[in-house]
């Protein structure tokens, strides 16, 4: 595992934004995997700037989505599909991109077909991915198990208050999401873990302690190929 130190979260933003480009760079048809959340807003800003300026180009690449919120449809503004097309989609040229339907008829036909598009497009190339307060990685919460595959989210209590920033108010929330699971995670050929102000307690606790299913992001200790960008200092 590698760690980079950053000292905010400019610097964060840019070197994430630096590995993407160098990944879609390197091998132009990569299946790159996507996270939403305050942690890449940044490098989705510079991925979009360099693709404007004519340095990056997404045509060959395709994009998988770790979730979506079950109940908000693609237009909703809180949506992942709305914060995907205003952070990134609608400012670069991927091939083609994908997220959860989160208001599909029937939400577990909906996870099974997710499951298929990853499983027909994967491996993934290079995966984003954020750390919750409680160490979720996705919508993947403590639990007694890991599950391996997209499915069904129920989301903790912490993780709704953590999300209520975005929402007017806690009860807005949705409470159920789908996501992928902890294979589909573990399966991308390399893993890009951003943990920003506020995340170095819980980092330092999935990258040094035990590997429990109460701490998803501890299942990282068993990937070969992760890189963490962290502004603490705690590991
Ligand atoms: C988002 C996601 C979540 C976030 C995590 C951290 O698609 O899957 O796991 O990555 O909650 O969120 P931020 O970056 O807002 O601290």
């Not at 994430?16 to 790159?32: G, H, N």
């Not at 902890?182 to 506020?198: E, F, H, N, P, T």
């Amino acid at each position: 595992m590698k760690i980079i130190h950053v000292p905010d979260y400019e610097t964060l933003s840019r070197k994430t934004a630096q590995l993407i480009a160098a990944q879609v760079l390197c091998k132009p048809d990569s299946l790159l995997g996507l996270a939403t959340g305050s942690s890449p807003v940044g490098a989705y800003r510079y991925l979009a700037q360099w693709h404007i300026s004519g340095d990056l180009d997404f045509s060959r690449a395709c994009s998988v989505n770790l979730d979506e919120y079950c109940g908000l449809g693609a237009d909703h503004v809180q949506s992942y599909h709305f914060f995907m097309r205003q952070n990134l989609f609608d400012a670069v040229n991927f091939r083609a991109s994908w997220l959860p339907d989160g208001c599909a008829e029937s939400l577990p036909d909906e996870c099974r077909r997710y499951e298929a598009i990853i499983a027909e497009r994967g491996p993934i190339d290079l995966q984003l991915l954020g750390i919750g307060h409680n160490g979720h990685i996705g919508f993947n919460e403590p639990a007694e198990q890991f599950v391996p595959q997209t499915h069904l989210a129920q989301l903790s209590q912490g993780t709704i208050q953590a999300n209520a920033r975005f929402f007017d108010s806690v009860d807005q929330v949705p409470k159920q999401a789908i996501t992928m699971g902890i294979a589909s995670i573990l399966q991308a050929k390399k893993i890009l873990l951003l943990a920003g102000v506020g995340k170095g307690e819980i980092l330092r606790q999935a990258l040094t302690g035990p590997v429990t299913p109460w701490i998803p992001a501890s299942v990282l200790q068993l990937h070969p190929d992760v890189t963490v960008i962290t502004t603490s200092s705690v590991c």
